[in-house]
């Protein structure tokens, strides 16, 4: 009687277990809207932060801009956190989104953050009081100025505005004037939905920038003042930051160079320019935050120079990139 043989098959290795679907939607989540959501989180908590209060308007808005930063750089660099993206492209774009990171935050910390003073609260105002005023710029071509006054007051209570000129002496004994406007003005701001009110609004402090040809010292030698007896005003100096008008051209051409060199590796074909479109509004934004007269910037002359400077930029950033498309176009 013939007995059947059963062989055993090997038992086979046991496969890896696919990775479920809700694990797939967290890594995709976390790769996809982790850093904007936080970037995003990071932007509000720190405008709700200055606008009660509880910190002040610079470091508040420092770290709003160093998120919003952060968030461009995400958006133009998303390809290179696909699963499929090759080590040396991520770490090619990790050191150039470190260095981007330092040159476009570099021109706003310089505004929030002037430095030490030259000169601090100097109460300077008609009839010599306070004058001489020599504010030591040695070595500095270009100072800041920042002049703070008080509205007169009529007899019957109500604000006059104050025109104010200060005339200063550089080295050589060349003059130069600087003259300024404080007043009050009426604005209506909305409440609400439908409400509206009627608020006052007084502009009491302006900065102007100095050029310092010599490279000495700068000495204020008379203020005038219109109408005559207004309160003296309070003075504050820095020294500026940043380098001449043709350095400062000169790098932001090389940093949009570079912006556009980066786009055109095949890695980042799918962003079509972004790290481009970014930075030439990051450079937009920073020229008119850096010229407007705000003494202390806070989130109302980030948003304008957002919405003056940013859209320009853009526009700009927009025309390099066709040039560039057009010169030299990436191989299919």
């Keep these: ?85 090759m080590a040396r492209e991520r770490a090619i774009g990790a050191a150039v989104a470190v260095v981007w990171f330092a040159l476009c935050y570099a021109p706003f910390h310089t505004r929030l953050f002037p430095g030490a003073p030259l000169v601090a609260d100097a109460q300077i105002g008609p009839g010599g009081k306070g004058l001489p005023l020599t504010i030591p710029a040695d070595g500095h071509r270009t100072i800041d100025v920042l002049v703070e006054g008080r509205l007169a007051q009529a007899p019957n209570g109500a604000a006059v505005p104050v025109q104010y000129t200060l005339t200063l002496e550089d080295a050589d004994h060349r003059v130069q004037t600087v003259s300024g406007r404080f007043e009050e003005t009426l ?29 000495r010292d700068l000495t204020v030698t008379a203020v005038t003042l219109e109408p005559e007896d207004a309160p003296p005003l309070a003075l504050w100096a820095y020294a500026h930051p ?73 526009g700009l950033g927009a025309l390099a990139w066709w040039i560039a498309k057009r010169v030299a176009p990436l191989p299919r």
């Design 1 to 85: 009687m013939a007995t059947a043989t059963r062989t055993r098959r090997p038992v086979a290795a046991k496969r890896a277990a696919p990775p479920r679907v809700w694990q797939l939607l967290v890594l995709d989540a976390l790769r996809t809207w982790a850093i904007p959501g936080a970037a995003a989180a990071v932007i509000l908590v720190a405008a709700g932060l200055s606008a009660t209060e509880v910190v002040l308007p610079a470091p508040a808005l420092a770290v709003a801009i160093g998120a919003a930063l952060v968030l461009l750089l995400h958006l133009a660099e998303q390809p290179l956190l696909a699963e499929g993206a």
């Design 242 to 314: 940043l380098p001449g008008p043709v350095v400062l051209a000169a790098l932001a051409v090389a940093l949009l160079a570079a912006a556009i060199a980066f786009d055109r590796r095949p890695a980042l074909a799918a962003t079509d320019g972004a790290l481009t479109y970014a930075t030439a509004s990051v450079l937009g934004t920073a020229v008119v935050f850096w010229t407007s007269n705000a003494v202390q910037p806070d989130f109302r002359t980030l948003i304008g120079a957002g919405i003056f400077g940013g859209p320009l930029g853009f």
């Design 187 to 215: 604005k209506t701001q909305r409440l609400g939905r439908r409400g509206q009110a009627v608020v006052r609004q007084t502009h009491g402090a302006e900065r102007k920038i100095i050029p310092n040809a010599t490279g």
